[in-house]
């Protein structure tokens, strides 16, 4: 036996007659993995069920010769359907290690491991891991030695292994081996004035301590990214295999580095890749930049910058530890439009300490950028604090309580409001503007309505 199969759960509540979801492109956790195993020997077949779904009867065939399954999954719904998966491995073979891995189970890993249809978690970023797990369990070799894990034993008790931070990236094997097992033609899309984008994940981590934020936690102040020259060997891949007119990276602060940001750009004009690309910064970074660096990452194809600007009143902004000024904001967007570059910005409403104070300067300052850039996207959330977070600690002392089981996680998501600080019309009126910037899909004459309204304002 050597096959291992990798899933990506849905983000969709199959009891609803939802067919759209934010989420849309590369299951880039599942293919840093695939990339990894591939490279060992190990036969890998991905599922990406926000593509497809799957009946018992297919899985049997899927599972001929499998001996290890992993679960990717953030708080969401993924949780749900990936139980129910592996609840459909358990009932064809019992013997079929199940590994959980992603945002919430490296943030909730005790919880986790005690559902019946997990056998390992592994805390944290995991290409280093999923080769040992798959190594000793092939092997029938200890798990005590792999770190960064959760385990159960034959006998049933749960262990946890040693914990250990990493100064680099785990990628011991180039991404692009990743990309091999999935049919990447079905993830090739159309967006921002594209015809072809594709994502991938240049960085890890951040060197911000944001309260409401677990990236921090979950690397531990770290951040973490791969040498400009594999950038561009990668990207140039998907140019020539794939056709792409445009790459979207998804790392969590893409220009923490300056000079490698910088250098990535002049090998993009070296080699004349004539590919369009965005990337998120920091406000305080993108102010840093000189006028003559800002024109170069033009030319070299930047055309979009994305920033976590989450909250338009300051004090909340204090609170929550970001540093950047409602006037630095402004004068972002400001040479976002004199250079012609498209800003993309996401807010968060609905704090504790004030959550009407806060939603109302938050929505003012949002319709101020889209005056001075009507070209300006705003994606607004309703604030969800979780675990490993300080914002959790706050949470609970305003009255919030939290799930206690792995399913009931599954309806801890960023576009509903599950704290209780929040009124009736407060809700209401974050929904309405939830649909008006976008946020939420909305229907031709929902936009003729909120235009109206908006005008209003």
Request: charged share 25%; net charge neutral.
């Amino acid at each position: 036996m050597n096959k291992v199969l990798l899933l990506y759960p849905s983000f969709l509540n199959m009891e609803e007659k939802i067919k759209k979801t934010l989420y849309t492109d590369l299951p880039l956790s599942i293919i840093t993995l695939s990339a990894q195993l591939v490279n060992q020997g190990y036969e890998v077949e991905v599922i990406d069920q926000c593509l497809e779904d799957f009946e018992y009867r297919s899985l049997e065939k899927k599972l001929n010769g499998c001996f290890l399954v992993g679960i990717s999954a953030i708080t969401s719904y993924q949780i749900i359907n990936g139980l129910k998966f592996a609840g459909m491995i358990k009932q064809y073979n019992k013997s079929i290690k199940i590994v959980w891995g992603g945002w919430h189970a490296s943030l909730m890993p005790e919880q986790t491991i005690h559902h019946e249809n997990v056998d390992i978690v592994i805390k944290g970023p995991g290409e280093e891991q999923i080769v040992d797990v798959a190594d000793c369990i092939k092997n029938r070799r200890s798990l005590n030695y792999v770190p960064n894990i959760y385990f159960k034993t034959p006998d049933g008790e749960i262990k946890k292994t040693q914990e250990k931070i990493y100064d680099t990236f785990q990628l011991k094997n180039n991404i692009t081996d990743g990309y091999k097992t999935v049919d990447v033609e079905r993830y090739v899309h159309a967006q921002w004035g594209n015809q072809r984008v594709l994502g991938y994940e240049s960085s890890r981590g951040c060197c911000c301590q944001c309260k409401f934020c677990s990236i921090g936690s979950l690397y531990h102040g770290k951040w973490y990214g791969l040498p400009a020259e594999d950038v561009c060997h990668d990207i140039s891949y998907l140019k020539r295999c794939h056709k792409i007119d445009a790459v979207h990276f998804f790392d969590n602060n893409f220009f923490v580095n300056k000079n490698r940001a910088l250098e990535i750009a002049k090998l993009f004009k070296e080699n004349k890749l004539g590919i369009r690309w965005d990337g998120t910064i920091i406000v305080q970074q993108f102010l840093l930049y000189k006028p003559k660096e800002i024109e170069f990452l033009i030319e070299s194809g930047l055309y979009r910058i994305i920033a976590g600007i989450e909250s338009g009143d300051q004090d909340v902004l204090k609170k929550i530890n970001k540093h950047h000024k409602n006037e630095q904001v402004i004068e972002c967007v400001r040479r976002c439009k004199e250079y012609g570059l498209l800003p993309s910005f996401s807010f968060m409403v609905g704090f504790p300490w004030d959550p009407e104070e806060d939603t109302k300067r938050t929505l003012e300052l949002a319709s101020k950028l889209r005056s001075i850039h009507p070209e300006t996207e705003i994606l607004m959330f309703i604030f969800s604090p979780y675990l490993g977070t300080p914002l959790y600690e706050t949470a609970v002392a305003y009255g919030m309580s939290f799930p206690d089981t792995l399913e009931g996680w599954a309806k801890f998501t960023y576009e509903k409001a599950n704290t209780p600080w929040l009124s009736k019309k407060l809700c209401k009126k974050i929904n309405r503007y939830l649909t008006f910037f976008g946020t939420i899909n909305q229907s031709e004459k929902e936009k003729e309505f909120f235009n109206k309204f908006h005008q209003l304002l």
